[in-house]
């Protein structure tokens, strides 16, 4: 399968803590890719390294190399707004505009120039489609997006992300906040997304690696321990902390 993203001799710091040590892997084309570990290991780190998320916070310092389609997304000839496009994201929290449901998928569109009328509704319909919620907010689609429920509201948030092109979407915990019944429908949906989207997932739950991901990578203290299609690691571990992981046996 095809690489998409390329990590290279990653290394992160948060001041003087190296919170991601010499990471190096490949996150093959649409294919989802499910990170875990224990609190703490770097997971989300790392997550936000691929759409240079941790630019914003003070005092990081990253070495190394993430290259998308074999371009540096660190070079200084990459706009932090492009790259954003490409790699969209969805939270652990639900985070809606406070606007309509209409407007809040169209609105990366319309950042990115769209202004026609027939052009947005395609785009707000399709991404909807795709994220599974069209159904059940179609004839509502001038309420405010607040008025959804959790589960709704991160499948309109999954939209959103949907409505710009992206090719790789990356979810951080995108269940953890949700009720059972919305956390397998976000779980459905993801399956039915990665035949068109690259996904990298954060998760705290084992099974949902298990049920989801083709591949899965197991982080302790900032290291990558282990690497392997989500079968594979799951059913014959390598390494002896991935299988202590995996049994429960701590973390
Ligand atoms: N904004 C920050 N400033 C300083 N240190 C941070 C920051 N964010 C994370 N860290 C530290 O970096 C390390 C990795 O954190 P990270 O959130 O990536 O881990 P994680 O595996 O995603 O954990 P969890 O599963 O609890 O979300 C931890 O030691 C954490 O305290």
Partial sequence: MKELIHIEGLNLYYDTHHALKNISMDLPERTVTAFIGPSGCGKSTLLRTLNRMNDMIPGVRVEGQVLLDGSDI??????????????????QQPNPFPKSIYDNVAYGPRLHGVTQKAELDQLVEQSLVHAALWDEVKDVLKKSALSLSGGQQQRLCIARALAVQPDVLLMDEATSALDPISTLKIEELVKELHNKYTIVMVTHNMHQAARVSGKTVFFLNGEVVEAADTETLFSTPQDSRTEDYISGRFG
């Avoid at 707004?81 to 994201?89: A, C, D, I, N, P």
């Fill in 74 to 91: 660190y070079s200084n000839e990459i706009e932090v707004e492009t790259l954003r496009k490409r790699v969209g994201m969805v939270f």
